[in-house]
């Protein structure tokens, strides 16, 4: 391991490998799953990443190409996931580490990741300091991010009327930053902001706040909070007529589980962006119909689809170059362009973004909903270029 | 007019707010000062019974198709048969020690409770629908009292009156508490007291149960949905004095008016303005606003 | 708690605690050569995590459900001021200590009127509290922590990011917190102390100043949670709302009761399992918060002398 003994055996390995053309290290492609399986994000990710990872591992026409898979619960916590992360580096020598929900656990990792030298495909996480100022050439960031949430959710409302905003916030660093994101393109777009308020993490009653919100008479009620937050306080919403008196909810950061979890005559009439929805066309119906039989019948969100869509992406990768080095891995990602059955088209940038469209939905009515996991109708489409930060803005140091 | 610059409206609007919350406050911290009060055991498990309470009135509904009121009745009931088996088989091999192992021991049975509903169902909750009967709600003029909440206030109000009623005047409530004071000298009259015990336990686990069925409409319906909440509700006993029972009561309402007004104020305080009356609390009077030094 | 009461150390009965010590010493010298080192830097801190915690429970008898505030006030402090104000790793780790042994006196002054579930109820009130203050602050990073801490250089020779200089201030942080309490323990403080716990009225009437034995115990406990705490930091280059959350409160309650309250090694033993359980758990992490309740269940209600307390009973002299 660690002993002097194999680090002067490892040597002359070392240097007959990089003489030599990339190669597989040991011979086989390590593939970690490092999520949130037990607590707040399972749904989202947890198990479902799993089965995600095996689809696509399993659909890959791998080529003689050995690869293994490995997952473990990170419980949401930075210093779990980054025991986990070093250790699956340092001894199980695992090449890459996907999904990772939570944007702390996330940023933990990217840092190891970068010293370590292998990937990091992040599917889970929301911060845009991933592709922003803690960008790294060891990291892409798949499905979406807190710049993409805001644009795409608050662009899209005030253009069609939703001008004035009151904010209910998470009181912690995703919230602020949703919140932030959000109020600057609301403004941008000639809105107005009429208030805020910022509730602790974790609160289970929203009443208060939502009292505050329906005071202000904003027409649009932002909620800039994630998970068990956003669904109780959309459920509490119902409760006090919120909906019913003029004022529609924003949900920023909302997953297809929420809505599971909701039900359709709480959730009803709730618009939010995606970057995925099962019933989009045939290839995401059939991949949703094979995910869904692997995974008691839970249909997958666009976390879960975009594990999917980086494993096979970075499989090509793999492939194309003969070797699985994480910094060649990546920048050899960042020159194929992505093309899987779940996203469509598209590319990674420079900065490790990877670009597709994104989809403003809106939830369907109950008595619109013709099976199961039928909620969305698809409002809009916004293209892949403009659906992410303009590569200008981020402030990576990657980018000349 | 404006109250610190809030108006007035909006003002008691958050007020009745507080009030709702203060009952949860108050059922549930009453579950844990009965127990406490006449058992000695800090019952860890609260937070858990209370969350099984909210996932059995979903069972019955969706397994069995009981509704609501229904749910309210038996609900209590079999989570507290539930309670009295675990007091039965573990509890009471622990009363001879220091009761310190109790609280152990509901820690411990409070994570397995919560990790077993957990594994099975995930956190993002489970739906379960207001009954028809309370649907909508009326308009008070400073704010849309939703009829549910308002049914929460009243029927938290009368089963904790009910509750401090027959601890404290009757009969039953007086064998209680002087078994709690003198187990044996209550025993040689003849009174058996492992089974009063038992059923005591069994109680305010039942109320704790009560508190989930009534939580269940208005909030999400999850595994860990009593395990943050556990620790407030514990604040609350400390303060109110640990086995008082009108304590728990009076404290429990209080702070919820006391939270709600924090949330118009200061809203990003209003998790740990009840820890910080807690140790105001505790500096000018240890044992708790209406409790006696033990 | 009665099982301290029947592990009364007998005279002359200590050749076989030192040889435990020696065991563990070389345990944890020798096993970095076979198993992962950051692993077992995490069990060391946690190992002396758990003896600080033991320090009071098993010595003074009281329960703190709240140890957690300590351990994650010193990560906090030492990965700031590493990190935001630039100090080298040792001052780190003292100012870290420093603000958990201040912590430690004012809780301490809070809570020490109070005994058995009371100061238990109220630690934990008071330990929710620090945690919220640690969310909202800015400087914590809130849920995500404060990253990318420096290690820096040791007295500006010894670079701390290789793995073996580490791992060797972490072998002796831990040894040396170990030989503290075990020295406090078998001096004339740890003496009152036991006589305190014993029988409180009676020292009392001995002229004690029981009040001022027990706030001065809860310090310790609380300096050496920080110590912990703070080397952790170092370790993993991360501090987090994980180590102020109540769960770790729980959780170093587990270790000890497993381990064996109020032994000697027991705080140690505890850590090593749970934390490794933890480790090769972590496939099917759902399930570790049901085998963590299971354990507790089980040794409270059959196990209660913990693994040493068990060891040290059939091999008849305390451990």
């Known amino acids: 391991m660690f002993s002097n003994r194999s680090i002067f055996a490892a040597a002359p390995l070392a240097v007959a490998a990089s003489l030599a053309q990339a190669q597989i290290s040991d011979g086989v492609v390590k593939i970690g799953v490092l999520s949130d399986m037990s607590s707040l994000y399972s749904d989202i990710g947890g198990g479902g990443s799993v089965v995600a990872a095996r689809m696509a591992i399993a659909d890959f026409p791998t080529k003689g190409i050995k690869v293994e898979l490995l997952s473990a619960d990170h419980l949401n916590k930075p210093d779990v996931g980054s025991s986990i992360a070093r250790q699956w580096y340092d001894v199980d020598k695992v090449d890459v580490i996907v999904d990772v929900p939570t944007s702390s656990v996330a940023l933990a990792i990217n840092q190891i990741t970068r010293e370590k030298g292998k990937a990091f495909l992040v599917s889970g996480a929301a911060s845009s300091d991933l592709t922003g100022k803690a960008c790294s050439p060891n990291t892409i960031h798949w499905t979406y991010d807190t710049w993409m949430l805001a644009n795409g959710t608050g662009n899209a409302i005030v253009k069609t009327g939703g001008d004035s905003w009151y904010f209910i916030t998470a009181d912690y660093a995703f919230g602020l930053a949703l919140e932030r994101d959000t109020e600057a393109v609301v403004l941008k777009n000639g809105g107005k902001v009429l208030g805020k308020v910022r509730h602790p993490l974790n609160a289970q009653d929203f009443s208060s706040f939502l009292l505050q919100a329906q005071a202000s008479k904003a027409k649009i009620i932002g909620l800039a909070n994630a998970g068990g937050d956003t669904t109780n306080a959309i459920k509490q919403a119902a409760e006090f007529g919120i909906v019913k008196g003029g004022q529609n909810l924003a949900g920023l950061l909302v997953f297809l589980s929420d809505i599971h979890g909701l039900g359709l005559d709480k959730a009803q009439g709730l618009i939010f962006t995606e970057t995925f929805y099962w019933d989009l066309n045939d290839q995401t119906r059939g991949f949703a119909r094979r995910f869904a039989a692997a995974n008691s019948g839970k249909y997958p969100t666009m976390v879960q689809a975009g594990v999917y869509s980086a494993i096979t992406h970075y499989l090509k990768a793999v492939t194309a170059l003969k070797g699985d080095d994480g910094t060649k891995v990546i920048a050899k990602m960042k020159e194929l362009p992505t093309d899987d059955p779940l996203f469509g088209k598209g590319t990674v940038r420079i900065d490790g973004r990877a670009l597709h469209p994104a989809y403003l939905v809106e939830v369907k009515k109950p008595s619109e909903s013709k099976g199961p996991y039928d909620y969305y109708k698809i409002r809009a489409t916004i293209p892949a270029d403009q659906a992410f930060r303009p590569l200008s803005e981020g402030g990576c140091p990657l980018v000349k | ?294 | ?319």
């Open chain 2, 1 to 294: 007019m404006e109250i610190f610059g809030i108006p007035t409206q909006a003002l008691f609007g958050q007020l009745l707010i507080g009030l709702i919350n203060g009952s949860f406050y108050a059922l549930l911290s009453l579950g844990l000062a009965v127990i406490f009060g006449l058992l000695n055991i800090i019952n860890f498990t609260h937070g858990a019974q209370y969350m099984m309470g909210a996932f059995c009135a979903y069972f019955l509904l969706t397994k069995l198709g009981i509704g609501y009121w229904w749910a309210l009745a038996v609900t209590p009931l079999a989570v507290g048969i539930i309670g009295m088996v675990i007091e039965r088989l573990m509890l009471a091999r622990l009363y001879k020690l220091d009761h310190l192992y109790g609280l152990l021991l509901t820690f411990g049975l409070a994570l397995i409770i919560q990790g077993l509903f957990r594994n099975e169902y995930g956190t993002s909750g489970i739906p379960y629908a207001l009954p028809q009967e309370l649907a909508g709600g009326h308009n008070l003029g400073f704010m849309f009292l939703p009829n549910y909440r308002a049914w929460v206030i009243l029927a938290s109000i009368v089963v904790c009156l009910a509750t401090w009623f027959m601890i404290e005047k009757t009969r039953l409530g007086a064998y209680l508490r002087a078994a709690t004071e003198n187990p044996q000298l209550v025993q040689a009259f003849g009174i058996n007291v492992p089974r009063m015990i038992t059923l005591t336990y069994g109680f305010g686990v039942a109320l704790a149960a009560f508190a989930g069925v009534m939580a269940a409409p208005i909030y999400q319906v999850n595994p860990l949905m009593g395990a943050d909440l556990i620790i407030v509700v514990f604040a609350v006993v400390v303060i109110g004095g640990m086995g008082s029972i009108m304590g728990s009561i009076v404290t429990g309402f209080a702070l919820g008016l006391i939270e709600g007004l924090t949330k118009v104020f200061y809203p990003e305080a209003s998790n740990t303005v009840i820890f910080i009356i807690m140790a105001i609390v505790l500096m000018i009077k240890p044992a708790g606003l209406f409790g006696t030094q033990r």
């Open chain 3, 1 to 319: 708690m009665s099982a301290v009461h029947e592990l009364a150390p007998r005279a002359g009965g200590f050749a076989h605690q030192r040889i435990a010590a020696a065991v563990m010493i070389a345990f944890f010298a020798l096993a970095p050569l076979v198993a992962y080192p950051v692993f077992l830097m995490k069990v060391m801190c946690f190992a002396l995590f758990a003896c600080a915690f033991n320090l009071l429970i098993g010595y003074g008898g009281l329960l703190s459900f709240g140890h957690a505030m300590f351990l994650g006030t010193a990560g906090y402090a030492s990965a700031h001021a590493a990190k935001a104000w630039g100090f080298p790793p040792e001052f780190a780790i003292l100012f870290g200590t420093a603000c958990s042994a201040l912590l430690g006196f004012v809780t301490g002054l809070l809570a020490i009127r109070r005994q058995g579930i009371y100061f238990a109820m109220i630690t934990l009130a008071l330990a929710q509290m620090v945690y919220f203050f640690y969310l909202q602050a800015p400087f914590t990073g809130g849920e995500d922590g404060i990253q990318a801490v420096p290690r820096g250089k040791l007295f500006g020779l010894l670079d701390l990011n290789n793995v073996w200089a580490m791992y060797a201030l972490v072998f002796a942080v831990f040894v040396g917190g170990f030989l503290l309490i075990h020295r406090a323990v078998h001096s004339p403080f740890g003496q009152v102390l036991k006589a305190i716990r014993e029988n409180e009225a009676r020292a009392l009437s001995l002229g004690y100043d029981v009040n001022r034995y027990k706030l001065l115990a809860y310090v310790l406990s609380a300096t050496l949670a920080g110590l912990a705490g703070a080397t952790k930091v170092l370790v993993f280059e991360l501090a987090s709302l994980t180590d102020v959350h109540w769960t770790m409160s729980g959780e170093v309650v587990l270790m000890v009761l497993l381990g064996g309250l109020g032994t000697v090694f027991g705080p140690v033993v505890g850590a090593l399992i749970i934390i490794s359980m933890e480790n090769y758990l972590a496939q099917i992490g759902s399930w570790v918060t049901v085998v963590q309740g299971v354990i507790f269940v089980i040794c409270v209600l059959t196990f209660r002398r913990g693994v040493i307390g068990e060891l040290g009973r059939l091999i008849g002299k305390p451990l």
